[in-house]
C-alpha cells in the first residue's frame, strides 16, 4: 500500500529564498506524479507531472526531480514570493491503478 | 483556459439526509473521479469512472455513495444517508484519454449537523 511522506510539514521563509520541498512515497512502482498547490478552502491546482520516464520537469521557477528507485521527489521553487505561500502537496500514481495518493503537504509561507 | 466546475460550493444538510454533488468535468475528458478532504486530514481517493462505469473504489466508498454521468456533461456525485462523518470537502477531477495530468475542480464543502 503506497504511503506518501512530505517534508517539512511546515516551512516560513522571507521572499527571495530558494526553497526544496521533499516528497518520499513507499512504493516506487509507479506510473508518474503530480505536484499540486492548494490554496486555504480551496480546489487542488496542478503544478508539475513528471512520468515515470522522467528525471525532472520544469515550469518557470518550478522544478521537480523524480528518483523512483528512491522513492522521492523534490519540488524546487526559486527566488519565493509571497504569492507562493500555500500548501504543496505530492500524489504519485503506481501502475495497474487510477488513483493519486496524497500526502499531508507542506505548509509554506513566504512573507515580504 | 478549461476547468472542472462544481456546485455547490458549500451545502450544510441533516443527519440522515440525501445529497448530490455536481460537477462538470473539462469538455474532452473521459475519466472522472471523486476525492474527499476531511479538514485537516489528506486528499483521499473516493471513486474512478470511466466509459459510464466505476473502475476503482475506495474503501471509504461503501453502499451509501454511489456516481452517475446523466448526461454528456455532468458527473454526480450521491450520498443517500448522510452521517456526520461525511463532512468535508468533496472534490471532483478529470483527465483526459491521451493525458496524464489531473484536474481538479474547487471543491463542494459539505456539513452535516
Known sequence: ?112 | EPEVTQTPSHQVTQMGQEVILRCVPISNHLYFYWYRQILGQKVEFLVSFYNNEISEKSEIFDDQFSVERPDGSNFTLKIRSTKLEDSAMYFCASRDVSGNTIYFGEGSWLTVV
Open chain 1, 1 to 112: 500500500k503506497q504511503e506518501v511522506t512530505q517534508i517539512p510539514a511546515a516551512l516560513s521563509v522571507p521572499e527571495g529564498e530558494n526553497l526544496v520541498l521533499n516528497c518520499s512515497f513507499t512504493d516506487s512502482a509507479i506510473y508518474n506524479l503530480q505536484w499540486f498547490r492548494q490554496d486555504p478552502g480551496k480546489g487542488l491546482t496542478s503544478l508539475l507531472l513528471i512520468q515515470s520516464s522522467q528525471r525532472e520537469q520544469t515550469s518557470g521557477r518550478l522544478n521537480a526531480s523524480l528518483d523512483k528507485s528512491s522513492g522521492r521527489s523534490t519540488l524546487y521553487i526559486a527566488a519565493s514570493q509571497p504569492g507562493d505561500s500555500a500548501t504543496y502537496l505530492c500524489a504519485p500514481i503506481s501502475y495497474n491503478t487510477d488513483k493519486l495518493i496524497f500526502g499531508t503537504g507542506t505548509r509554506l509561507q513566504v512573507f515580504p
